[in-house]
Nanobody
């Protein structure tokens, strides 16, 4: 069982930056691939970024590639999302998720545990 808690969201102007954190409970954090998803009002939850168990491999949605960076610190049971050059279309609730599977996946249904989400609002 893993419990996830996101933090770091807020209101920022376009072009600004935010750093999201997701703290995980339990001693098996390093057993999970971790990812960030987001969901805007009226839209489906969409994949943002994913990082492998060791942190050696990362994968990004095209919409955030080059602007967002996912990282993790297994000693602190925490995964991060550094967001730069933010755009109004990045406005959403951001969720972290944990996947116990072997293969990388961008499908929300494949993830086993979810946090409660943190709101990110980018003003124009």
């Amino acid at each position: 069982q893993v419990q996830l808690a996101e933090s770091g969201g807020g209101l920022v102007q376009a072009g600004g930056s935010l750093r999201l954190s997701c703290a995980a409970s339990g001693r098996t954090f390093s057993s999970y691939n971790m990812a960030w998803f987001r969901q805007a009002p009226g839209k489906e939850r969409e994949f943002v970024a994913q990082i492998s168990r060791s942190g050696s491999s990362t994968y990004y949605a095209d919409s955030v590639k080059g602007r967002f960076t996912i990282s993790r610190d297994n000693a602190k049971n925490t995964v991060y999302l550094e967001m730069n050059s933010l755009k109004p279309e990045d406005t959403a609730v951001y969720y972290c998720a944990a996947d116990a599977g072997v293969q990388r996946t961008t499908r929300p249904s494949r993830y086993d545990y979810w946090g409660q989400g943190t709101q990110v609002t980018v003003s124009s």
